[in-house]
Nanobody
Framework: VQLQASGGGLVQAEGSLRLSCTVS????????MGWFRQAPGKEREFVAS????????DYADSVKGRFTIFRDNSKNTVYLQMNNLKSEDTALYSC??????????????????WGKGTQVTVSS
């Protein structure tokens, strides 16, 4: 199983980035997908989650209204569109896949598959 995240980079505050995570080795359409992030010296935190068919989504309060998660099951890819970025969004962003039966995931506990992450740095 591989989760390959891409799209990170250096961006100025109020700018935008789109992250992608392409999955192989599992039945993507049967997996809940999530994005998590970890800043230096901080705990990993939930960012966004999307159900297997894209019908349900969930966001951390800190990103609600600025970030959008969506998926294309025909491409085995989940995306995170990030707008109006802030310096506090700077972190390593990782995608996760879970087929444990949950509709959405907020907790990293029990998630089965993780990607290596892509770095997002927002300069103020």
């Amino acid at each position: 199983v591989q989760l390959q995240a891409s799209g990170g980079g250096l961006v100025q505050a109020e700018g935008s980035l789109r992250l992608s995570c392409t999955v192989s080795g599992l039945d993507f359409s049967r997996n809940v997908m999530g994005w998590f992030r970890q800043a230096p010296g901080k705990e990993r935190e939930f960012v966004a989650s999307i159900s297997w068919n894209g019908g349900s989504t969930d966001y951390a309060d800190s990103v609600k209204g600025r970030f959008t998660i969506f998926r294309d099951n025909s491409k085995n890819t989940v995306y995170l569109q990030m707008n109006n970025l802030k310096s506090e969004d700077t972190a390593l962003y990782s995608c996760a896949a879970d087929s444990g039966g949950r509709l959405l995931v907020r907790s990293a506990n029990g998630i089965q598959h993780w990607g290596k992450g892509t770095q997002v740095t927002v300069s103020s």
